[in-house]
């Protein structure tokens, strides 16, 4: 047998040799996002839900539970803005650190891997539908907590921005945990211990916390949401200061999620 010019002669014949199929072109970011997008939230849909009326209901009772001790003002606020924001922390951080962590633990990553699909694609498409949910969960903890502490609702239109650039930082801090964490129970520990800082640090008056965890509050990318938010409620509020408080959080939102995609490629080849 010898091979003559793309063919491979065999007893005197000449068979052509195959030329190997070629593979399918690499999808383009935005409609492998819509994609991904699109299946998570109809994955999650059924299971999340329920999750989302913990988190609702949780921030609510927080609020019921401050109102014996908050009257009013900055602390009133304060209240109303973090136990809004953790919402979103509770689905974006927590639930999506126990949602990677559990499809690295699976071997879940080595079926998106063997799509082509953009990296940054499976983590946004996951981040996005995962903030999603907390749309409804947030507008009806403002207004409550708004109605509860005696708050203007006029301003609650902020939370069209504050909801996606918290959500983005959040979701890729939480997806970056669930992907780095060795094991799953480390990742679910993770995302606990997150949302419970996004609780002590986001829910309870910046002023009555102590100078060094003061510090540790400016780390956490929901404190910038927080105070967002927090400033709408002002009878005059300071724009420059909420668009600056803005800005940031979609900084640490881009970071995150940058963050996220290098720890998903990084995951995926192993």
Do not use: K
């Not at 609702?153 to 909801?163: C, E, F, K, P, S």
């Not at 959040?170 to 669930?178: D, E, M, T, V």
């Not at 510090?215 to 009878?235: K, N």
């Amino acid at each position: 047998m010898e091979a003559v010019s793309g063919q491979t002669r065999i007893r005197g014949r000449d068979t052509a040799v195959a030329a190997p199929a070629p593979l399918a072109p690499r999808a383009r970011l935005l409609p492998a996002l819509g994609a991904v997008y699109t299946a998570q939230l109809s994955r999650a849909r059924v299971a999340r839900i329920p999750l989302l009326f913990v988190a609702t209901f949780q921030s609510i009772g927080i609020m019921v539970l401050m109102r014996g001790v908050v009257d009013g003002g900055d602390e009133a606020r304060a209240v109303v803005a973090g136990s809004s924001v953790l919402v979103v922390a509770f689905v974006a951080l927590n639930l999506l650190a126990q949602y990677f962590g559990q499809l690295r633990a699976s071997g879940g990553l080595d079926h998106y891997a063997t799509l082509p699909v953009p990296p940054a694609a499976v983590v946004l498409g996951a981040a996005g539908a995962y903030a999603s949910f907390t749309v409804p969960g947030t507008i009806i903890t403002a207004v409550t907590g708004s109605v509860l502490f005696s708050l203007p609702l006029t301003h609650l239109w902020v939370l069209v921005a504050v909801i996606p650039l918290a959500g983005a930082a959040l979701a890729g801090l939480g997806a970056a945990l669930g992907l780095l964490a060795p094991r799953q129970e480390l990742a679910t520990l993770l995302g606990q211990l997150g949302m419970s800082a996004a609780l002590l640090l986001g829910v309870l008056p910046p002023d009555r916390l102590p100078e060094p965890i003061s510090y540790a509050r400016d780390l956490l990318p929901s404190t910038y949401g927080v105070e967002a938010l927090a400033r709408t409620f002002g009878p005059r509020p300071d724009w420059a200061a909420v668009g600056f408080d803005l800005a940031i959080c979609a900084l640490v939102g881009v970071v995150s999620l940058t963050v996220a995609t290098w720890a998903y490629r990084r995951a995926a080849v192993r």
